[in-house]
């Protein structure tokens, strides 16, 4: 089932999400997962936090591989945390599923180490570079009620923010009826 993706500005999207412990595996969270993975491809999209989807819990799924007529193999992460970061470098252009039309440039870590563990409870870990560890820390600042828009400049945040809440207007006054006179 596809999910809908929250937008900026919907609070639920700055919400910490909680660790998800092992007795929590079930059912309901393998389908979310499926659910999650299924959303992301459909937006398209690269990576998907739970927060996104309205579930305040650590959770990710991401495919940095996949295309339309491809293989598709999801990652898909429980709790994953930054264990070691180093260097800067920037990742050109990112983009969010939760924050429409726009993208810039974003001083990210250049390598990081992440720890997390699988549906089946076992501990990963991955040594990431360049977009797989642009798309991790893009993730892990979801579960932390962190935008990527947060780490752009003043200007280009306030700039978006405000085109942003004229375009919200401007759908809200499309959507309500025009008044009607009484005759």
Not at 32 to 38: F, Q, R, S, T, V
Not at 117 to 137: G, H, I, S
Request: proline share 4%; net charge negative.
């Amino acid at each position: 089932m596809l999910l809908q993706v929250l937008q900026f500005p919907d609070a639920r999207l700055r919400e910490k999400a909680a660790p998800i412990a092992q007795h929590e595996i079930d059912d309901d969270l393998r389908q979310l997962a499926a659910d999650m993975a299924a959303t992301m491809y459909d937006e398209p999209g690269i990576g998907l936090a739970a927060t996104q989807v309205g579930v305040a819990k650590r959770l990710i799924v991401m495919d940095l591989g996949w295309t339309e007529d491809g293989e598709r193999k999801p990652r898909i992460l429980l709790n994953p945390e930054i264990k070691l970061a180093e260097g800067k470098a920037v990742s050109e252009q990112e983009g969010c599923l939760s924050v429409p039309d726009f993208k810039s440039d974003v001083e990210r870590h250049a390598r990081v180490l992440v720890r997390a563990r699988t549906l089946d409870w076992e501990e990963v870990e991955f040594d990431a570079t360049e977009l797989e560890a642009y798309c991790f820390q893009h993730e892990i600042d979801h579960l932390d009620g962190v935008l990527f828009i947060d780490r752009v400049s003043k200007l280009k945040r306030d700039l978006y923010v405000r085109r942003r809440k004229k375009q919200l207007r401007r759908e809200q006054e499309e959507r309500e009826p025009a008044g009607h006179a009484d005759g």
